[in-house]
């Protein structure tokens, strides 16, 4: 099963995309065994491209012969993306949609069908957790991924008054999109996971 988390852009901010592969190993009775997750996919949209081709790009994406009808779209509903999870919704895509809005809050909660609130800090700290434990692998070749090495090192926690916190790019001018991206994927590939083993991370 493939994930795919979309940070949505504004003026200012690119549109990012992430695929990650939910990795299980087979076995002889039962369900499969939980492996890790391996990053196949990122990349930045240009700048101002319009949320209907952001949407079409998408499709074609899941239409793909590896994504068609084995993969998840975890979009970023905060702000203006709900009425995207709305064009993406109806635009048939042949896959699950989950609208996710991002916020400063303590707790994840469900907020409808096909729709969560979700901290920031449980998205970017569990994916930092992740790759600390070796659980996500990078698949080589990936043209973004300087990008988002860069992106990782610079997201930080920073505190902006009692008992508050915010989390996003350290220094000025720097962006978090594709963090964003690939911490939503990660999110929801993660969710179903219930006792789990983990490997050493590797590039491959």
């Not at 975890?74 to 989950?98: F, K, Q, S």
Request: proline share 4%; with cysteine; net charge positive.
């Amino acid at each position: 099963m493939f994930y795919l988390g979309l940070d949505l852009g504004q003026r200012v901010d690119h549109t990012a995309l992430a695929v990650v592969e939910r990795l299980e190993r087979a076995r002889p009775y039962g369900e499969a065994e939980y492996e890790g997750l391996a990053v196949r996919h990122v990349e930045r949209l240009p700048l101002g491209v319009p949320y209907p081709k952001v949407v079409s790009y998408v499709k074609a994406q899941v239409r793909g012969p590896e994504l068609r009808q084995q993969c998840k779209v975890v979009v970023d509903a905060t702000g203006l993306g709900a009425p995207v999870v709305e064009m993406l919704r109806g635009a048939g895509l042949g896959c699950e949609i989950l609208a996710v809005t991002i916020t400063g809050g303590e707790k994840e909660s469900a907020a409808g069908q096909g729709a969560w609130n979700v901290p920031k800090r449980d998205l970017i700290a569990g994916l930092q957790v992740s790759l600390e434990l070796g659980e996500i692998e990078m698949a080589k070749g990936i043209p973004e991924l300087g990008a988002l090495v860069r992106e990782l090192m610079d997201v930080r926690e920073r505190s902006s008054g009692f008992r508050r916190s915010r989390w996003g790019a350290e220094r000025s001018g720097q962006h978090d999109d594709l963090v964003m991206a690939l911490a939503l994927a990660c999110w929801n590939a993660r969710r179903v996971v219930g006792k789990v083993g983990f490997r050493g991370g590797r590039l491959f």
